[in-house]
């Protein structure tokens, strides 16, 4: 069973700080990663995908890799009441047409 | 760009009655899936598309079945719906690029009580 966890929260940050959200994988094969956000009631969008250990940055949203400990994290800078939402990690194991394996999501509130 | 689109966004069932939840996107995509996300239980994989002509069970398959009537579109059938079918249904896409490297482009949901 592959299974990914991630920390429910709620996690609070004040706004202007960095928001860190964690998740870790069980199958050691899993070769790509992505960060969704999803708003109450809405569907999940895309924020980062990462592939390769090390970092990966676009704009105030970094996702780091580290495969051999089996852990992705994403860091938001500079957080805003507007990234208050759930943030799901997800993996893919198998090949391109693969479906993704979920965590339940980490929910995450900016306090202004 | 209308991306995925589902239908109906939302559907009150009787137990024991049958619907088909229908999803079409317009982005060329090879790939298509249909998940369910439940409280507490995330989104979990019902069945995917890899292609045009071939489907194959997820996580969670049992009571529903799934057709891609083409490259564009594939719909899920609930024959005899039971409450515990009660949930948010998401149809998906994806490019599936060799390697995995090719993210999920998900529909608006459709929330489905089954009484």
């Keep these: ?112 | 760009n209308a991306g995925v689109t589902q239908t109906p966004k939302f559907q009150v069932l009787k137990t024991g009655q049958s619907m088909t939840l229908q999803c079409a996107q317009d982005m060329n995509h090879n790939s298509m899936y249909w998940y369910r996300q439940d409280p507490g239980m995330g989104l979990r994989l019902i069945y995917y598309s890899a292609s045009e002509g071939t489907t194959d069970k997820g996580e969670v398959p049992n009571g529903y079945n799934v057709s891609r009537l083409n490259k564009r579109e594939f719909s899920l059938r609930l024959e005899s719906a039971a409450p515990s079918q009660t949930s948010v249904y998401f149809c998906a896409s994806s490019e599936a690029l060799a390697g995995g490297a090719s993210p999920l482009h998900f529909g608006n949901g459709t929330r489905l009580t089954v009484t």
């Design chain 1, 1 to 112: 069973q592959k299974e990914v966890e991630q920390n429910s929260g709620p996690l609070s940050v004040p706004e202007g700080a960095i928001a860190s959200l964690n998740c870790t994988y069980s199958d050691r094969g899993s070769q790509s990663f992505f960060w969704y956000r999803q708003y109450s009631g809405k569907s999940p969008e895309l924020i980062m995908s990462i592939y390769s250990n090390g970092d990966k940055e676009d704009g105030r949203f970094t996702a780091q890799l580290n495969k051999a400990s089996q852990y992705v994290s994403l860091l938001i800078r500079d957080s805003q009441p507007s990234d208050s939402a759930t943030y799901l990690c997800a993996v893919r194991s198998g090949g391109g047409a693969d479906g993704l394996t979920f965590g339940k999501g980490t929910h995450l509130i900016i306090q202004p």
